[in-house]
């Protein structure tokens, strides 16, 4: 057990001077902020417990250690003898990891004395980190005689070094911004790296860049871009530059005009410059950071959000639990997935620090979204269970976050039914999550048994003498690749697992009247008003053009949206059209193997929904969704309010998933036949009543 100086202070003071002090007391007494004792009380509640000890916080009294007085005597004897360090191991590995990225090469005894530790416990380090790092495509090499290297791309350096120190210390982080912000902050370095001035400036330029902008990001990625922007701007000016990458963001997009904005500004400040390979990087960043609001996401990927409802609509047929209808969910992932592809598709070495504990809490939901995933996003095949542990906490949140409750039964078979069988069903159950009960039967048991239904699993040891029934052969020891299997066979065989079982607990009857009662009879009327009129303004509005005089999409474009002006749709054509383009140029808009693109934006100058088409003589050459180049041969133009309601935004989404439902959903609106498109629109509309509205 290591213990800090500052948390022995903690201890002794409170023993000396036993409910004298509150946090704040001491605080001022040690001469740092509340939050950092705040902090410092959890680690001393842990060495606490380990004396049998416990800390009261009483607001009258303050703060005393409770115990056996042998105990507190024991603690103090502990106190006397011990040398308390000034870094935590955590402090310590964050110190080692900037070392290694600031120099190209180390002696193992140099950098253990650098760091006051022993070889053998800067050796544990290295694999810890070295472990850590894999994640980011960064490697530690140790050669004997040479010393210890960091290898790697610059970019993933970056990356790793930002991350490490988002995940580890997000708090002291945050307090360091809170006290520069205030003026209270004296260090020469924040964290052993940041310069003050240089992290103070770049969080001042993004929180005034973001508060002027519709799109908000997460609090945990603004925080990010603010330690990725002065990782960037410290190690540009220390002449650690980035490669060259061809797969750097086009110059056009958003992103990479936000972050050129931010760094000119920087840049006017301090005497360091950005490279064009640096605002790239960062441009990358922002793209792969997640938004704060998912209602503002435009649901312009037509594929993805088929996808994605495709994803919903998978995970409850293998749970038994229908999600189909929950729209926050499927906004929550359409907002969520797309940065996470990019994400993926850059190598981006995203680390989900909770990623084991979602596996142990959710094993069925986790299996059962990893399946999903693998189906509809064959493009990636090796989705990261880091990203897929994401997905699952958007599930879990639709599903109210509550415990499975789902066990597996299953019916371990030796030759005898004693000896190893026990230790085998121990570690099968110990290695396999989701397993909650284990029968063994000898292989005579077997034989007299002709019913089988009651297992959802069986494993043995022997081959069993039955041709009609499905089961495991393991080793009696229980191999790795044994493992692997069972868990590929539960994961196969969620959707008969859970087909005669409740995946949660039925909720409590005053839970489910409540629910009921949750929204107000206005705000009801409200939504079916808003189903009302959004369905009415899409099928009054609708019209199939022809426009062989003109040549060129923008052109016919144009022609369109100002034939919804002059029928009062819409104000200010030439403001929506200019939004229409700059959609188009982040982006291609053409639907892959369908010769349909959907031309859209959401504008304050429209006054409601608007979906119409415009039938093409000859085929026009476009960007696609996927990046590629397609033939179009039909224009569909959507435009929308920028203020939506849930239900408005429903209906949006519903009309760009239904384009390519199905293969006769896409010949229906490739037709150009207004009454065809018109009777889908309208059995489009009519199912959602049915599933969404009336039966609700």
Known sequence: MYITSREKAIIELIVKTSGNHTAASIAAYLNVSGRTIQRDLKAVEKILDSFALHLVRNINKGLMIEGKNEQIFRLIQYLMNIDPIDQTPQEKKLLLLISLVQEESFKIQTLANDLGVSITT???????????????????????????????????????????????????????????????????????????????????????????????????????????????MQRTEGSFLLEEDADFLNEQTNEYNLIREICQRIESSFSV?????????????LKGSKLQAVDIVPYDSVVLSKRIKNVIEHVSSQLHVDLTKDFSLYQGLLAHMEPALYRIKQEMGLFNPLKEEIKR????????????IEKYFIDIPDFPDDEIAFIVLHFGSALVMQEEDLSIKA??????????????????????????????????????????????????TVKLPFTNLDYILVSPLLSEENIVTIRNFIRDNIETITENKNYLKPAPKKAQAASFTSVTLGELLQEIKDVYQSIQSVLNNFCVYRMPHLKGHNLILEEMVKLAEKNGLLIDSSDVLEAIEARERKGGLGIPNTGLALFHCRNKNVHELIFQASHLEQPILVK???????????????????????????????ISTSLIENHAAILIFSSANEEMIRTKLESVFLDYLHTNILKE
């Open 122 to 232: 800067l050796t544990i380090y290295l694999d810890e980190m070295t472990e850590w790092l894999r994640h980011f495509n960064v490697q530690i090499t140790r050669k004997r005689g040479v010393g210890v290297d960091l290898n790697g791309s610059e970019s993933n350096k970056r990356r790793a070094l930002a991350s490490y120190i988002l995940l580890h210390f997000n708090e002291e982080l945050m307090e360091s911004l809170f006290l520069l912000e205030n003026e209270k902050s004296f260090q020469e370095v924040i964290l052993f790296y940041f310069r003050p001035d240089y992290l103070f400036a770049i969080y001042r330029e993004v929180n005034t860049t973001f508060n002027h902008l519709q799109h908000r990001l997460a609090y945990s990625d603004y925080i990010g871009l603010i330690v990725h922007i002065c990782i960037t």
């Open 411 to 460: 019916l371990v078979v030796c030759p005898t039914g004693i000896g190893t069988s026990k230790i085998l069903a121990s570690r099968i159950k110990k290695k396999i999550v989701g397993i909650g009960s284990i029968e063994i039967k000898s292989m005579k048991e077997m034989q007299q048994q002709n019913n089988f239904s009651s297992y959802d699993l069986i494993i043995s």
């Open 361 to 372: 809490k959710y094993p069925f939901l986790f299996l059962a979204v990893k399946n999903s």
């Open 273 to 285: 410059e950005f490279t064009k390979d640096d605002v790239h990087f960062l441009a990358a960043i």
């Open 624 to 654: 696609g969704m996927d990046g590629k180049n397609m033939y179009m041969k039909n224009v569909l133009l959507m435009l929308a309010p920028e203020e939506l309601s849930i239900r408005e935004q429903e209906i949006v989404s519903l």
